[in-house]
């Protein structure tokens, strides 16, 4: 029974060292930018605003959303109706706190608003022309007509003869 201890506790030591799980030892880092939309350009760490002078307003890159001024407050919205985001010109902004648009007078003179073009969507307007065939009838009249005013009045170089062809023969 001396021996059966010592073999025991023996057992039960490399027991506890193997359960127990060793410290990690390697680290990894990735510093990647989660809230960088596509459209926009890389931005330092650190950085939360965009400023837009298309829409003159601001795109938080942390709650990834606009933030546009209407009826006359900052409002947090999640998409700008009428607005392709890949048109934009962002500007990185290196502001620190929650309120950017205190200095949108700064803004707006820094970076001026681009014009955008927004191709308007074609207006197909339906004009009530000359039914089918119509058109076709209209001008064998015409011909009909104009070619009668020749025979009857002649060729206008007093010959008389209708056929209007520059043969006058005397």
Known sequence: MKYHQPLLALAFGAFAVFATPAPAQAQVNVDVNVGRPAWGPAVPQGTQFYYIPEIDGY???YAQQ???YRNGQWLPVAVVD????????PMVLDYRGRQPWVYVGAH???YPRRVVVVQP????VRQRGLP???AKKLYREGY???REDDRGRGNGRGNGNGHGRGHDRD
């Open 59 to 61: 795109y938080d890159l």
């Open 66 to 68: 606009y933030i546009v």
């Open 82 to 89: 009428g607005y392709d985001p890949y048109q934009f010109h």
């Open 108 to 110: 707006r003179d820094r």
């Open 121 to 124: 969507r074609p207006v197909i």
């Open 132 to 134: 089918p065939g119509q």
């Open 144 to 146: 009909r007509e104009g």
